[in-house]
C-alpha cells in the first residue's frame, strides 16, 4: 500500500514549457485534490475531484488543468508555465469529504 | 471568499510548557476542523480532527471548538523540542478543504 504517489519530485521548467504533474493513489479514495504551498504559506486549492469524470475548480485554478478518467489518477497540467507557478504542489485524498487528508511527498517545481 | 486564519507567530516555547495555536474561519457553514503539522520540507501529517463543539483529547493534544465564535485551537502540552514545526489549521467546507498560513512552533530545549 504506497499511499498517494506523486511524479516528479523536482523539475525546473523554461518560462512558457508545459508539463503533467502525476498523482496516484491506492487507497480507492473518491475525493482528490490539488494544492500548491508558496515559501512561508498554507495551502491553496487549485482543483479538486469527487469521483472519476468530475472535477472542479479550486481557490487558484488559473493556468492548470486536470482530468480525473481514473479512481487512482488525478494528474496535473500546467500550460505555458510562468515564474508565479513556481512552488511546492501536493496531491492530497480522501474517502470521506469530512475525512483526514492523505498528502503525497510534494512536487517542487521551478520556472526560470 | 473561505478564509481561515492563523496567528503566524513564530511561536517559542520552553521545552515543558503548554502550546498554544489558534484559527478562525469565516464560513460558518464549515463542517469539519483539523490540524496538521508540517516539519520542513515534508508533507503535512494531520494531529488532530474535531466535529463538533468542545474539546478533544489524543495524548498531549487537546483541540477545541466554537463553532459560534467560529474559532479552533490546538493545546499541546509538555512541548517536546520534537513538535517544533508549522501547524496547519484546515476546515471542511462541503467537498472542499481550506487551510490556514500557518503557525510555526519551535520548542526551545
Known amino acids: 500500500n504506497a499511499g498517494v504517489t506523486q511524479t516528479p519530485k523536482f523539475r525546473i521548467l523554461k518560462i512558457g514549457q508545459s508539463m503533467t504533474l502525476q498523482c496516484a493513489q491506492d487507497m480507492n479514495h473518491n475525493y482528490m485534490y490539488w494544492y500548491r504551498q508558496d515559501p512561508g504559506m498554507g495551502l491553496k486549492l487549485i482543483y479538486y475531484?469527487?469521483?472519476?469524470?468530475?472535477?472542479d475548480k479550486g481557490e487558484v485554478p488559473n493556468g492548470y488543468n486536470v482530468s480525473r478518467s481514473t479512481t487512482e489518477d488525478f494528474p496535473l497540467r500546467l500550460e505555458l508555465a510562468a515564474p508565479s507557478q513556481t512552488s511546492v504542489y501536493f496531491c492530497?485524498?480522501?474517502?470521506?469529504?469530512?475525512?483526514?487528508?492523505?498528502f503525497g511527498e510534494g512536487s517542487r517545481l521551478t520556472v526560470l | 471568499q473561505k478564509e481561515v486564519e492563523q496567528n503566524s507567530g513564530p511561536l517559542s516555547v520552553p521545552e515543558g510548557a503548554i502550546a498554544s495555536l489558534n484559527c478562525t474561519y469565516s464560513d460558518r457553514g464549515s463542517q469539519s476542523f483539523f490540524w496538521y503539522r508540517q516539519y520542513s520540507g515534508k508533507s503535512p501529517e494531520l494531529i488532530m480532527s474535531?466535529?463538533?463543539?468542545g474539546d478533544k483529547e489524543d495524548g498531549r493534544f487537546t483541540a477545541q471548538l466554537n463553532k459560534a465564535s467560529q474559532y479552533v485551537s490546538l493545546l499541546i502540552r509538555d512541548s517536546q523540542p520534537s513538535d517544533s514545526a508549522t501547524y496547519l489549521c484546515?476546515?471542511?467546507?462541503?467537498?472542499?478543504?481550506?487551510f490556514g498560513t500557518g503557525t510555526s512552533l519551535t520548542v526551545i530545549p
Open positions: 475531484s469527487v469521483g472519476a469524470g468530475i472535477t
Open positions: 474535531i466535529y463538533s463543539n
Open positions: 484546515a476546515v471542511n467546507t462541503g467537498n472542499q478543504f481550506y
Open positions: 492530497a485524498s480522501t474517502t470521506l469529504n469530512t475525512g483526514e487528508l492523505f
